[in-house]
């Protein structure tokens, strides 16, 4: 997985929306900074059974959560990698970050 700090992220994405913002309209890039340098906001939820939780992993792995705790990873490969090995690994031939030749024995259904 991908981390940054939240001040970097926070400070590029106001950075970017500010150039975008400045050249369009100054009098709405000044309403907007508020916004863009306000504490971030996270809202943690938790999975109804009807619900799956998909989180980026890297380059197109994703990896898929169900609330009755089966994981899939898409695109399984041995650059980009869950946590913990998932219950199910998808995978294509695009290139070596869309496949692997050795998955985690852990893994039960391997779809390559």
Same mark, same amino acid.
């Given at each position: 997985?991908?981390?940054?700090?939240?001040? @970097?992220?926070? %400070?590029? &994405? /106001?950075?970017?929306?500010? *150039?975008?913002?400045? !050249?369009?309209?100054?009098?709405?890039?000044?309403?907007?900074?508020?916004?863009?340098?306000?504490?971030?906001?996270?809202?943690?939820?938790?999975?109804?059974?009807?619900? @799956?939780?998909? %989180?980026? &992993? /890297?380059?197109?792995?994703? *990896?898929?959560?169900? !609330?009755?705790?089966?994981?899939?990873?898409?695109?399984?490969?041995?650059?980009?990698?869950?946590?913990?090995?998932?219950?199910?690994?998808?995978?294509?031939?695009?290139?070596?970050?869309?496949?692997?030749?050795?998955?985690?024995?852990?893994?039960?259904?391997?779809?390559?």
């Amino acid at each position: 997985m991908c981390h940054f700090p939240r001040n @970097a992220v926070r %400070t590029v &994405v /106001g950075l970017i929306a500010g *150039l975008w913002l400045s !050249a369009a309209s100054p009098a709405l890039a000044e309403l907007c900074k508020p916004i863009a340098q306000g504490p971030m906001r996270v809202i943690p939820a938790s999975l109804r059974s009807d619900e @799956a939780r998909i %989180t980026f &992993v /890297g380059h197109s792995t994703f *990896l898929i959560e169900t !609330a009755r705790g089966v994981t899939i990873s898409t695109d399984h490969n041995d650059v980009w990698k869950p946590p913990s090995p998932p219950r199910v690994a998808t995978m294509n031939r695009a290139h070596s970050t869309h496949f692997t030749l050795n998955p985690e024995r852990e893994i039960e259904h391997v779809l390559h």
